[in-house]
Structures are given as C-alpha cells and as structure tokens.
C-alpha cells in the first residue's frame, strides 16, 4: 500500500487489489482562522460578527465551504461524473459514499515529465487544456491502463468540461512515444 497525499484529498493505493481510495482532507484551520482573525481586529464585536456571519453564511463558494468540502465535493463530483458519461478517458470510480470515501480502478502513473504530456495535449487539443491547466499540466494526474492514458483527477467543473469536449479525442490520440515522433517529423521536413 502506497499513500499519496494532494491539496484536498488522501490516496491510499493499492496495487495489488487494482484499486485506489479517496478519502477527503477537510480544512478546519483554514475554514476558521481567517475569520477568527478578522473578528480579533475589528475595533466592535458587532462588525466582527457581521463580517463573519456573511464569510459562513452569505457568499457561496465561500473560502470557508472550499476548505472544509472540495474534497467532498471532487470525490462526488469523479463518481457522478463517471456514471453518467463513462467516458473513456476516466479511470473510472466504482463507489462512493456520498463523496466521503471513492473507490477507483488503479493504474501506472504515468511515466513522462510533466512538459511532455502538457505539449501533447494542447496539440491534441488545440490548446482546449488551456482552460484548466492545473490538471492536465501535472503527470501525477494520468495514469497508463492497458496501453492508453486516462485521466484520474476529474472531481474539478472545469476538468469535466475539458474531458467532455476532447476526452475521446484525447483517448485516442494519446502516444507515449509523441516526442520521437516530433522530432522524426521536424527531421524529415
């Protein structure tokens, strides 16, 4: 058993099962301690209170929300994602309990650096992962699975978006050997 830790969740894989669990991180120091701050230094309470009352209650997605359920939230988000469009770029996740804990298929990490597989899927895409490059920028969000890259971090709005639009494409495309082949073809021409 390996574990992986990320901004909002923990990873517990499992090789030898061929699975991954997802459990969510919930922030609470993060979630409380800018308000806890705000409300110190505000000259009356009643202000504090108000500013505090509107950062809790009022602005959703407030700072407060993300940091105690985008974990919650990305672990629905894959499996209801997954459902619906089983889509052939997601490592699919199997199980939920309401976002609490995901169970996913495991799979290699995939093997490049991170500038190889960005290249090659603003190519692919014509710059479409431009929209959310936090997730198709980084390597450790992709694995290999019976030759063809998948993606395993799509709990994001944005990503499923990017995946709906181009994930096919992408799917089908994809070659770990790209970079030889770019530079076979800038020889050859």
Same mark, same amino acid.
Not at 36 to 45: C, D, Y
């Given at each position: 058993m390996q574990i992986k830790k990320g901004q909002d969740r923990v990873v517990f894989v499992f090789p030898s099962l061929k699975i991954v669990i997802k459990l969510p991180i919930i922030h609470l120091i993060l979630a409380f301690?800018? !308000?806890?701050?705000?409300?110190?230094?505000?000259? *009356?309470?009643?202000?504090?209170?108000?500013?505090?009352? !509107?950062y809790?209650?009022? &602005?959703? @997605? *407030? @700072?407060?929300? &993300?940091?105690?359920?985008?974990?919650?939230? +990305?672990?629905?988000? !894959?499996?209801?994602?997954?459902?619906?469009?089983? =889509?052939?770029?997601?490592?699919? *996740?199997?199980? *939920?309990?309401?976002?609490?804990? =995901?169970?996913?298929?495991?799979? !290699?990490?995939? @093997?490049?650096? +991170?500038? +190889?597989?960005?290249?090659?899927?603003?190519?692919?895409? =014509? +710059?479409g992962t431009m929209n959310n490059p936090h997730h198709f920028r980084k390597s450790c969000n992709f694995c290999f699975y019976k030759g063809r890259l998948r993606i395993l971090d799509y709990g994001d709005n944005k990503t499923q978006k990017v995946i709906s639009r181009y994930g096919v494409k992408i799917f089908n495309e994809f070659t770990l050997d790209w970079d030889i082949q770019k530079t076979k073809e800038r020889t050859l021409a």
């Open positions: 301690y800018p !308000e806890l701050l705000r409300v110190a230094f505000r000259k *009356s309470i009643r202000t504090g209170l108000k500013y505090t009352r !509107e809790f209650l009022m &602005r959703r @997605p *407030s @700072p407060f929300w &993300r940091a105690l359920f985008k974990g919650l939230h +990305d672990n629905w988000g !894959e499996f209801c994602f997954y459902q619906k469009t089983k =889509n052939v770029f997601l490592q699919p *996740s199997y199980f *939920s309990f309401f976002g609490f804990l =995901n169970i996913q298929l495991y799979g !290699e990490l995939y @093997p490049k650096k +991170d500038e +190889d597989i960005w290249r090659q899927l603003c190519v692919i895409t =014509n +710059d």
